[in-house]
Every structure is written in C-alpha cells, then in structure tokens.
C-alpha cells in the first residue's frame, strides 16, 4: 500500500513555498511561483509512472531506451485556485487529459455543491490527478473525488501544494486509496477553515481578488 500522504521537501519547493506566504508577495509573482512549485511537485507525483522501451537511434548507435508506457493521464483541477498549479503541470505532462470541477459552499448547510463538471472520457482507464492547492477541511476535495469515482475514476492521487491535518485525515477517513501529496503539513485551520499559517485564500492571492 502507497503512504496515504507524502509531504515533498525537495529544498527549491521550501524556498518557493515560503516566498508565496508572504503576505508582500504580488499576484504576478504568486502565480509564477506556484506555476514553479507545480513543475516540482509533478516530478513526485508521478514518480511511479510505469516505463516501458523504445528502439531508438542516436547519432552514435541504437538504443533501447526508457518511455512512458502510455497510461493515459488525467488532470482534474478544482476550481477556481486549481488552475494555477494545473499550468504547471501542463508544462511538463502537455499531453494530460484535462478536467474541471466546480464546487462552492452551500451557506446554510456548509456541505459543497457541484456548479460545473467537465472530466475527460474514459477515466476509468487513466490515472487521474486531481488539483487544488488547499487541502483545507477537505469538503470540496472529498466531494470533488466523490464525483470523479462516480464518473468512472478508480486510479487516482490528490496533489496540493498545503495541507491541514483535519483536511488529510478527512481524505484519509473517506477516500484511503487516493494517496496525497503536498509541498508542506501546516500545523491547523482557524475559525474560519483558513489554513494557519498557511498562506491566505490562495485564489484571492493568485488573480488579486481580495
Ligand atoms: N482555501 C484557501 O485558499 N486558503 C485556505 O487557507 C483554506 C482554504
């Protein structure tokens, strides 16, 4: 069985990462730094990708060499704050399937509910990883893996770039076979579901909205 959460402390995420809690950090310099961030994360997120090999030529001999065996991808960003780590990834998996889940809180109830849904087909056959920076309480990303296993999905990893704890063991609670990766265990969540000392709500930080 994978670790249900792996917390990547690579030494260049720590640097980004502590730059964009900075409450100074500017909008323009939040999204690269994240766009950043999203390059890293990938590289352990996928880790385990299985390879299979190709004959190929150098300019000095062939060759068998490592390629992807071709297990389709599927990246599901949670909107709205997903969609900045999903360009990152984009950069180095071009060829992912992407998907959107749009979820917002009902204000009497507090339970998410579902405003738009865009997956890719097939997911069943793909390995499907969904986005959100924010593992906060967790609501929205258990809701949004309620609806990617409804829709098909049976191999899939949620990637963030923060985590609480009370949001990774509400995944771990609802959904032990989707294995989490962040770039950091912050230490709780206020009063308010903010991650402390987390970095304020990361939408409002990536397109200035406060
Ligand atoms: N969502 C955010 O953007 N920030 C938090 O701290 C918690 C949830």
Do not use: W
Not at 37 to 60: G, H, Q, W
Not at 74 to 95: C, Y
């Amino acid at each position: 069985m994978k670790e249900h959460l792996t917390v990547i402390d690579h030494p260049l995420v720590q640097h980004k990462l502590t730059l964009m809690r900075r409450k100074e950090t500017p909008s323009a310099t939040f999204r690269q730094l994240l766009r950043e961030i999203a390059l890293l994360l990938t590289y352990e997120v996928t880790r385990d990708l299985t390879l299979t090999t190709l004959d190929v030529d150098t300019p000095l001999c062939g060759m068998r060499a490592p390629i992807l065996d071709g297990k389709k991808l599927a990246l599901i960003s949670i909107l709205r704050a997903g969609n900045g780590l999903l360009d990152g990834i984009l950069e180095v998996i071009p060829s992912a399937r992407v998907g959107f889940v749009g979820l917002y809180r009902d204000e009497e109830t507090l339970e998410p509910v579902e405003y738009y849904r865009k997956v890719p087909p097939e997911l069943d056959q793909r390995l499907v990883i969904a986005v959100d920076p924010m593992l906060a309480t967790g609501n929205s990303s258990v809701a949004a893996i309620d609806l990617l296993k409804e829709a098909g999905a049976t191999d899939l990893r949620m990637l963030c770039l923060l985590a609480a704890p009370e949001g990774v063991a509400r995944m771990k609670e609802t959904h032990p076979d989707v294995p989490v990766f962040t770039a950091a265990l912050d230490e709780k969540l206020n009063e308010n579901g903010y991650i402390v000392p987390g970095l304020g709500d990361a939408g409002d930080r990536m397109f200035g909205t406060q």
